[in-house]
C-alpha cells in the first residue's frame, strides 16, 4: 500500500514537500518509486521516478530545475519536495510503484498506485 500525503494550498513561489509511505508490502531495491499527478480535465502525468537502490533521479520537463525526489529506505518513504510552485503545478499527486528498478516513468508500466494527495498553487 502507498499512502502520499502532504499535498495542501500554497501561494505560487511557495514550497511544499509530498511523502509516500509505503506499506503492508516490501518494495525492495528492485522498485522503482514515481511521483505523477492529475490536473482537472489534463491527462495524468509523470513529474519524477528514483529506484530505492539509488542511481540518478528522473524528472518531468515541467518540474526540473523545482522539485527534487528523494528517498529514506529506513522508513520506506519517498519524498517531492515542490519549490517555486507555479499555478501549473495544481493537480492530485500520485506515488507510484514500478517493479522494474530502472523505471517508474511510464504510467502504463507501473504496478501499484496509491490515493492521491491534492495540491493547489494560488496566483
Known amino acids: 500500500q502507498l499512502q502520499a500525503s502532504g499535498g495542501g494550498l500554497v501561494q505560487a513561489g511557495g514550497s511544499l514537500r509530498l511523502s509516500c509511505a509505503a506499506s503492508g508490502r516490501t518494495f525492495s531495491s528492485s522498485y522503482a518509486m514515481g511521483w505523477f499527478r492529475q490536473a482537472p480535465g489534463k491527462e495524468r502525468e509523470f513529474v519524477a521516478a528514483?529506484?530505492?537502490?539509488?542511481?540518478?533521479?528522473y524528472y518531468g520537463d515541467s518540474v526540473k530545475g523545482r522539485f527534487t525526489i528523494s528517498k529514506d529506505n529506513s522508513k520506506n518513504t519517498v519524498y517531492l519536495q515542490m519549490d517555486s510552485l507555479k499555478p501549473e503545478d495544481t493537480a492530485v499527486y500520485y506515488c507510484?510503484?514500478?517493479?522494474?528498478?530502472?523505471?517508474?516513468?511510464?504510467?502504463?508500466?507501473?504496478?501499484?498506485w496509491g490515493k492521491g494527495t491534492q495540491v493547489t498553487v494560488s496566483s
Open positions: 507510484a510503484a514500478d517493479q522494474d528498478p530502472y523505471g517508474g516513468r511510464s504510467i502504463r508500466n507501473i504496478d501499484y
Open positions: 528514483i529506484s530505492w537502490s539509488g542511481g540518478r533521479p
